[in-house]
T-cell receptor
Framework: QQQVKQSPQSLIVQKGGISIINCAYE??????FPWYQQFPGKGPALLIA?????SEKKEGRFTISFNKSAKQFSLHIMDSQPGDSATYFC????????????FGTGTRLQVTL | DAGVTQSPTHLIKTRGQQVTLRCSPK?????VSWYQQALGQGPQFIFQ???????QRGNFPDRFSGHQFPNYSSELNVNALLLGDSALYLC?????????????FGPGTRLTVL
């Protein structure tokens, strides 16, 4: 059972544009939603994370929007740059002792010049 | 401050063999989780170790086992390797002393089973 659904599978954005990646979850017990960035041959790197008590969190060019009632959250990358070209994964977990991350299937982002 | 380190970087084994992968957590972290990432997929949780005990386990067979040492480092063992075990194995560390249990990943070990 896939508990975190991610779309789109791939995305091509022009330099300077906005990249938007969406995720939906099923388990209402999840209370921590991180986004990871992964370059080929590397491990995932934590980008930004949000908890359900806020609807938006911004760090630099990266923003997470969270809709608790719809059980959806999204990553917005403003002013996308070629160096942002990577695979992005959303994830979800419950904090505390049961802190395993459940990942989405990933979005391959390509930012063109 | 060193991040999460894993060894070896790459490994090639044949079906039926056994393999041991190693992980050193980020300084100050006490919890280690292992994930399997097949090509083109998101990481899948294998298990998590805290205080030298397996605290949580994903949907993986008993062929997958692990260990955590007193210095918080960890090993992942896979017995009777199958072709389908070929994947990137990721170790992530976190601290129970932080409120959010943020997990930081190592570079992974690429396992190829022939």
């Amino acid at each position: 059972q896939q508990q975190v659904k991610q779309s789109p599978q791939s995305l091509i954005v022009q330099k300077g544009g906005i990249s938007i990646i969406n995720c939906a979850y099923e388990n209402t017990a999840f209370d921590y939603f991180p986004w990871y960035q992964q370059f080929p041959g590397k491990g995932p790197a934590l980008l930004i994370a949000i908890r359900p008590d806020v609807s938006e969190k911004k760090e630099g060019r990266f923003t997470i929007s969270f809709n608790k009632s719809a059980k959806q959250f999204s990553l917005h990358i403003m002013d996308s740059q070629p160096g942002d070209s990577a695979t992005y994964f959303c994830a979800a977990s419950k904090t505390g002792t049961a802190s395993k991350l459940t990942f989405g299937t990933g979005t391959r982002l390509q930012v063109t010049l | 401050d060193a991040g999460v380190t894993q060894s070896p970087t790459h490994l090639i084994k044949t079906r039926g063999q056994q393999v041991t992968l190693r992980c050193s957590p980020k300084s100050g972290h006490d919890t280690v989780s292992w994930y399997q990432q097949a090509l083109g997929q998101g990481p899948q949780f294998i298990f998590q170790y805290y205080e030298e005990e397996e605290r949580q386990r994903g949907n993986f067979p008993d062929r997958f086992s692990g260990h955590q040492f007193p210095n918080y480092s960890s090993e992942l063992n896979v017995n009777a390797l199958l072709l389908g075990d070929s994947a990137l194995y990721l170790c992530a560390s976190s601290s129970t002393r932080t409120a959010h249990n943020e997990q930081f990943f190592g570079p992974g070990t690429r396992l190829t089973v022939l």
